[in-house]
């Protein structure tokens, strides 16, 4: 339905011999702008939207922006063979592609983003050359020619190289295949003619000779009722069911020679390209109805005649491959507006671009184009050429019809006339007798003008019409005549707004005593002014200014208000809210409403992108029409449809912390992206694959959250049609990347490409090690639960054991056999040595009982004190032998006993074996020595005895066996667990020269911890 409506379009133009009107304009890709080299052989736009373009140096990847080139590497296994592409380019159904070039089959794999080769081999096991691929078929089967041999080639097998199968010698210079499902008809141009064959799953059967002799057939296109269309050195031919083959004969301004290349548009159109340009037949008529050839003086037009390949794509955009010239390619669905070009022939019969001016409509319907280089034309409604007035009115800047149907022409520099197209008399207007030359002039009613009079005349000037007459006086006030202006425009009941040279703008009433009123002063001068109901537009190098008719309030509309470009050459409301504007970037549509802009550049069909100022018409049909640089644009505005084909988006490119996409896969492919946290900086360069008018594509992008929430608060618009997006350190988690891209008409794409993006948290952010943490943590905090209840356990026992030590070394101190004995002593002091003794005796014994218990209430007691309560205890046992121990103790110089602690009576038992096993057999006879010294972290106890040494057996009439030192050593276990001390205990014996027994020593290292000093 778009195709036929383009065609509809394209046709409806006028073709005269004065106007010549084009319709397509050709974007140009060659090796300026970035192919590989400009002699094409095959154009193919893939499922994905990206054309591929073969060369004689390599194959492109076009996305309507940049060229992806993939050369030749004999080197390398997955590049080109060589670098000529040969023959057509194919898709299978995984997206793969198939072409040639002259030494290989190639498959394109897709999802690596590079090539595969294959190659068959002759006879002798030699490789063999001039492959070329024509075609592939329902089943999957290329069709590969080489060698005068065809062959098929499976190539959904898992090897196709193992599966090509030769189907029959074929000597032909082209081959063209049509399926039929899984069966089909072949082509072949032959030597012989061109040969029609029938293929299936099993073979080609040959079935008729179709043209034969002279005619050498280049190509063949077959439609689905079975009409033959070939194109030969004569032209076109035709053969439609059971009819022989007929030439299509060419319309008189059609010159059609030998035929190149045929390429079917719809069911009811066919490009055919030959020696001379490009044709579109109306195939149901079986008339040439369109023509494009190459011109040298239009930019948008073919670059060249001789085209080798034509192709139409999905969304009915046209590619042509001119010989050596590279690709041209357009949308034919796109075109919007019809342009028309006049030429005059100057003094030596030389034609020139009739370069337009001023546009009027007359009460006749015709439209008179004004010129200040070329003069002024009179064209038909239709468009053709009515008559030329350029000798009349020289540099037409103005137009004006008056009521009696002559024309009021205001001449650049040149002055003001009359002209009657019907006599082309003209009369030229004089003020004082001199021609008035004006800036600007403008109409309060049917008669009646007003001028911005120049060449040094200040003030304006009131211009009448009475039947042929006229007459010209002084308008307004002296204010307003004793000033230069520039411009003028009318503001309805004969009132104006005037401009002078500063561009300042004046409100003036016709009243002689009203002092002009300003306005606003712009930044640029008056092109252009329109009025409607509420309000007067003035255009010009500042965009727009609306001055409202009420409060004689302004607003300017600009470049910062969206308008793209501040240079606005005409202007026309086609309704209460739409303009359309002329500007320095082609036409614009506005709507004063919302202040949208939608613009139209060289694609949609302008004659260019600069327009002349006051060019401009609404004829009473409804048509608008636009004069610029390069002739005239027309068309209905309610007829204007926006191009609706949805651009594919597509990635083609990611970097990944600013490096190289580091994966395999071919980043077109990619759907998802998983990085660890420290590749988290992300770089994406994308683009919209619509090609009717691509570098005015747009695209946006926005970042969410995989639970649907934004990243980014808003959709980010790029600046261009090269999509970017950068995203540096994101933060771990799971995103989407949501891209749309739009045409150049502003229509977006309604689903976004989208690639899901999960960034990995280090480890120690991940759910498991934080689960994992979590047990730890919880067994942790059970170790130390269960260590320090045991360790707790542990200093209770400690404790309870210190304690039952210290008691049991408090009982073994007051056991009843030493209070006994002590009693015995005190009787026997008594008997025999008087009471002082005695009353001496129980002194001490007194005082060893009171430290003794003392030191039981305590863990640990001073030195001192324990040292005086050993004096107390070998004084008391002394007092049962008769004759008293010497007991001495030694302390090393400077050691300060009050100043370290130990366990109390931790010294007692030693003295008490001394006395009892030592001295006891030797009935006291003897000493006992201490001495004290400080050790490194130790105190060391030293105790000598002289008595019989631990190898004399015990008499048996010793009192009782003494466990002090077995409490002993294990007081001083737990002293040291308990102060995370070590201590140590020796014992050994004494000996005379002789060998006899001379006492015992001990040697006690205690030692110290905090609390000991």
């Keep these: 339905m778009m195709a036929a409506f383009g065609v509809w379009f394209l046709c409806q133009m006028p073709a005269c011999l004065q106007a010549q009107p084009t319709d397509l304009y050709f974007h140009h890709l060659a090796a300026a702008q970035g192919l590989s080299q400009s002699t094409v052989s095959s154009i193919y736009r893939d499922q994905s939207g990206f054309v591929w373009i073969g060369t004689a140096d390599g194959l492109n990847r076009f996305d309507g922006l940049r060229v992806k080139v993939y050369r030749a590497d004999t080197d390398a296994p997955n590049q080109l063979a060589d670098p000529t592409v040969t023959g057509r380019i194919f898709e299978d159904k995984r997206g793969d592609l198939w072409f040639c070039t002259h030494t290989a089959i190639h498959q394109y794999r897709r999802q690596y983003d590079d090539f595969q080769r294959f190659t068959i081999v002759g006879p002798d096991n030699t490789p063999l050359k001039g492959y070329q691929a024509y075609h592939l078929d329902a089943q999957q089967r290329l069709w590969v020619h ?31 295949c049509f399926d039929q499902g899984m069966t089909g008809i072949l082509f072949a141009s032959t030597p012989s003619g061109l040969v029609q064959f029938r293929y299936d799953k099993q073979g080609v059967t040959a079935l008729d000779t179709l043209l034969s002799g002279e005619e050498n057939i280049r190509c063949v296109q077959q439609d689905a009722d079975g009409t033959i269309w070939a194109g030969g050195t004569s032209g076109l031919w035709r053969q439609a069911s059971g009819q022989a083959f007929s030439l299509i004969a060419p319309t008189e301004d059609m010159l059609v020679g030998r035929v190149r290349c045929l390429e079917p548009w719809g069911t009811e159109y066919l490009f055919v390209a030959t020696d001379y340009d490009l044709l579109l037949l109306d195939k149901t008529r079986r008339q040439f109805i369109r023509r494009w050839t190459y011109d040298a003086r239009s930019i948008s037009g073919l670059s060249g005649n001789n085209l080798s390949f034509v192709y139409v794509d999905s969304d009915d955009n046209l590619w042509a491959a001119a010989w050596t010239k590279g690709v041209d390619y357009t949308s034919l ?52 050429l009515y008559g030329d007035f350029s000798r009349q ?54 008669k009646t003008f007003v001028i911005a009079s120049g060449n040094g005349r200040q003030g304006l000037l009131k211009l009448a019409f009475h039947g042929n007459g006229y007459e010209m006086e002084p308008f307004g006030s002296p204010e307003i005549t004793s000033k230069d202006w520039y411009y003028i425009t009318s503001a309805s009941n004969q009132e104006l707004l005037v401009a002078d040279e500063n561009y300042t703008v004046f409100h003036v009433r016709p009243n002689q005593s009203s002092q002009p009123q300003k306005l606003v002063s712009l930044p640029g001068f008056i092109t252009c002014s329109a ?103 027309s068309f209905t505005p309610s007829e204007i449809q926006k191009h609706h084909v949805f651009p594919k988006v597509q990635i083609i490119d990611i970097q990944v912390n600013d490096e190289p996409y580091p994966f395999k896969k071919n980043p077109v492919l990619v759907e998802s992206l998983r990085l660890p946290y420290d590749s988290a900086t992300l770089t994406f360069h994308f683009v919209a694959l619509e090609f009717s008018d691509p570098g005015n594509n747009r695209l946006r992008y926005r970042l969410d959250f995989s639970d649907g929430s934004h990243y980014d608060q808003s959709w980010v618009d790029c600046a261009d049609a090269r999509g ?64 320090r209840m045991a360790s707790i356990r542990s200093k209770e026992e400690q404790k309870r054991r210190m304690i039952e030590l210290e008691l049991n070394a408090l009982r073994a101190q007051l056991n009843p056999h030493f209070i006994s004995n002590n009693l015995i002593s005190i009787n026997n002091y008594i008997r025999h040595n008087g009471v002082e003794k005695v009353r001496g005796y129980v002194a001490t014994f007194a005082n060893l009982m009171r430290s003794v218990l003392e030191s039981a209430r305590q863990p640990v007691v001073p030195l001192a004190d324990e040292l005086n309560m050993l004096r107390y205890f070998v004084e008391v046992e002394s007092g049962r032998f008769p004759q008293p121990i010497e007991f001495s103790i030694e302390i090393e110089e400077g050691l300060d006993v009050a100043r370290f602690h130990l366990p109390g009576m931790l010294l007692q038992p030693f003295l008490e074996n001394a006395i009892i096993h030592g001295l006891g057999p030797r009935n006291g006879v003897g000493s006992i020595r201490l001495s004290i010294s400080m050790a490194p972290h130790a105190l060391v106890f030293v105790i000598e005895d002289n008595g019989v040494g631990r190898r004399e057996k015990i008499t048996p009439g010793t009192e009782r066996k003494s466990h002090g030192l077995e409490i002993t050593r294990e007081r001083l276990n737990l002293y040291d667990l308990q102060h995370h001390t070590h201590s140590s205990l020796q014992m050994e014996d004494l000996t005379h020269a002789d060998g006899s027994a001379a006492g015992t020593r001990i040697t006690l290292r205690l030692g110290m911890a905090q609390h000991s000093i």
């Design 146 to 176: 080489c060698n005068g041999q065809l062959y098929w080639l499976n190539v959904l097998a898992p090897n196709p190289a193992d599966l090509k199968k030769p189907v029959m010698p074929l000597s032909a210079s082209s081959i063209y």
């Design 724 to 787: 970017f997006a950068r995203y540096a350190n994101l933060p771990p988690g799971r995103y989407v990347l949501n891209i749309i891209g739009s045409n150049s008409d502003g229509v977006w794409s309604p689903t976004p490409r989208q690639i899901s993006i999960q960034i990995t948290p280090p480890f120690y952010q991940t759910w498991w090690f934080a689960t994992l943490s979590l047990v730890l943590a919880l067994l942790l905090l059970y170790v130390v639960y269960r260590t």
């Design 393 to 446: 009115a020289p540099s037409p800047d103005q137009l004006f019809e008056l009521n009696d149907g002559r024309l009021l022409i205001n001449n650049f520099r040149e002055g003001l006339l009359v002209l009657d197209p019907k006599s082309r008399k003209t009369q030229v207007l004089l003020w004082n007798g001199a021609p008035v030359s004006t800036y600007s002039m403008c109409r309060l009613d049917e």
């Design 531 to 633: 009025e409607e109901e509420q309000a007067v537009w003035l255009g010009g190098a500042f965009g727009m200014c609306r001055i409202d008719k009420t409060d004689q309030t302004s607003r300017m509309i600009n470049m910062a208000s969206g308008l793209p470009d501040n240079m606005v050459y005409a202007m026309l409301q086609t309704n209460n809210n739409e303009w359309w504007l002329s500007t320095g970037k082609g036409l614009v549509q506005f709507n004063a409403a919302n202040t949208q802009f939608q613009s139209y550049g060289l694609a949609d069909g302008l004659q260019g992108m600069e327009y002349n100022r006051r060019s401009s018409l609404r004829t009473s049909d409804g048509k608008v029409w636009f004069g610029g640089v390069g002739g005239y644009n």
């Design 333 to 384: 669905r796109k075109l919007k507006f019809q342009t028309r070009r006049y030429y005059t022939n100057d003094a030596q019969g030389n034609p020139h671009l009739f370069v337009p001016g001023p546009l009027l409509e007359d009460s006749g319907k015709r439209i008179w184009c004004g010129s200040q280089m070329n003069g002024l034309l009179a064209l038909q409604p239709d468009g053709s």
